[in-house]
C-alpha cells in the first residue's frame, strides 16, 4: 500500500498528481513566490518540535491534485475524499480554488489553504499508532490518545449530530490537529501581508483557514462563486467548522476555562507520543479522578463480540 498509493488518487480519476516539491517547483517557475509555505513550514517544524514531533511529513509523502478536467473542479482542505491515510502513509491534497490549470487561481490564498492542510496533515503522521495482526490484517488498535479493539469496538462514542459539544476523542484529536494548522497559517497570513480577497467565497476560505470564522460565517448560508463545487465546498467548509473545530473550542472551555492553551498543548503532546499521563494528572487535578475515562470510554468499549 505504501508502495503504490493510486488506489487514493484513482478515487480522482479527473484531477492530475504529483509530489508537493515537483508541484512547488513548477509553481515557482510560473513565478509565483511560495515562501510563504516555506516559511510557514519552518515555522510548524520549530512548533512541533516542542510538542515532541521530531520529523516532519515527507514532501514525497504528499500528491497535489490540479490540472484537472472535470469542469468546474475546485479543489482545497474541504475537497472530498483527500487528507492523510495511514496505511499508504500519503497525504493527498488538492490545490484551493478552479482546479483546471496547473497554477492557482490566488495563489496567496492556496498557499495558505496548502500550508494548513500540510501543517495538519504532518500533525495526523506524526500521531502515536499501534497495529496488531488480525489474520494478515494490520489493525490499528491506537491512534494517539484514541482507541479501538479489534473487533471493531471505539473508545468513545459518536456525538449526537446536533451536539455543540464532544465526547468523541477522533473530533478532539481533529480539533486539536486544526487548531495548530490554522494558527500556523494565521501567523504566515500576518508576517507577509496575505490580506482576505473581497469576494464572498474567499473571504470565507481565508477565515477558515486561519481561524477567525464568526458565529455569521458558519450559520448563514451565503451565495458564493465557483459554481456548483463552490457552492459544495462552502457547504463542507461550514459542516466541518461546525462538527469539529466549534465543538474542540466548546471541549476547551468547558474543561480548561482560562487554561484553553495549557490543555491543548496537553493534549497534542499525548497525540504524538501516545503518552496521556500528564493530560490525565491535568484533568484529574481540576475534575476528579478518572476524569478522561469518565469523559471518554464508551460503555459498550469492553462488551464482548
Not at 64 to 69: A, D, E, H, P
Request: glycine residues 12%.
Amino acid at each position: 500500500m505504501r508502495g503504490d498509493p493510486s488506489s487514493l488518487t484513482d478515487k480522482h480519476p479527473a484531477h492530475t498528481f504529483r509530489p508537493l516539491a515537483e508541484v512547488l517547483g513548477e509553481w515557482e517557475t510560473d513565478g509565483i513566490d511560495v515562501t510563504p509555505f516555506r516559511s510557514g513550514v519552518d515555522s510548524a517544524r520549530r512548533r512541533y518540535v516542542r510538542h515532541g514531533l521530531i520529523r516532519m511529513l515527507p514532501l514525497d509523502r504528499v500528491l497535489i491534485g490540479y490540472r484537472s478536467t472535470r469542469a468546474g473542479a475546485f479543489g482545497g482542505f474541504h475537497h472530498p475524499d483527500q487528507g492523510y491515510r495511514h496505511l499508504q502513509m500519503v497525504a493527498v491534497i488538492t490545490m484551493y480554488g478552479p482546479m483546471e490549470g496547473s497554477t492557482p487561481e490566488r495563489p496567496a490564498l492556496a498557499l495558505l489553504d496548502l500550508l494548513r492542510a500540510y501543517a495538519h496533515d504532518c500533525l495526523h503522521y506524526g500521531s502515536r499508532r499501534r497495529y496488531v495482526d488480525v489474520a494478515g490484517v494490520p489493525v490499528r488498535t491506537q491512534y494517539g490518545i484514541n482507541f479501538r479493539r479489534t473487533g471493531g469496538q471505539t473508545y468513545s462514542a459518536a456525538d449526537a449530530r446536533e451536539s455543540r459539544h464532544t465526547r468523541n476523542l477522533g473530533v478532539v484529536m481533529e480539533g486539536a490537529c486544526d487548531r495548530e494548522a490554522r494558527t500556523i497559517a494565521r501567523q504566515a497570513a500576518a508576517s507577509f501581508g496575505i490580506t482576505e480577497p473581497s469576494d464572498a467565497l474567499g473571504a470565507l476560505a481565508y477565515r477558515d483557514g486561519t481561524g477567525t470564522l464568526t458565529d455569521v460565517d458558519v450559520k448563514r448560508g451565503t451565495n458564493v462563486s465557483g459554481g456548483e463545487e463552490g457552492q459544495r465546498y462552502a457547504a463542507s467548509l461550514r459542516g466541518y467548522e461546525t462538527a469539529v473545530n466549534r465543538r474542540y473550542g466548546h471541549f476547551l472551555e468547558e474543561f480548561a476555562p482560562g487554561e484553553e492553551h495549557a490543555c491543548h498543548t496537553l493534549i497534542l503532546r499525548a497525540i504524538i507520543s501516545g503518552d496521556m499521563k500528564a493530560l490525565g494528572t491535568w484533568l484529574d487535578e481540576r475534575h476528579g479522578p478518572g476524569t478522561f475515562t469518565g469523559l471518554f470510554r464508551a460503555p459498550g468499549y469492553f462488551e464482548p463480540v
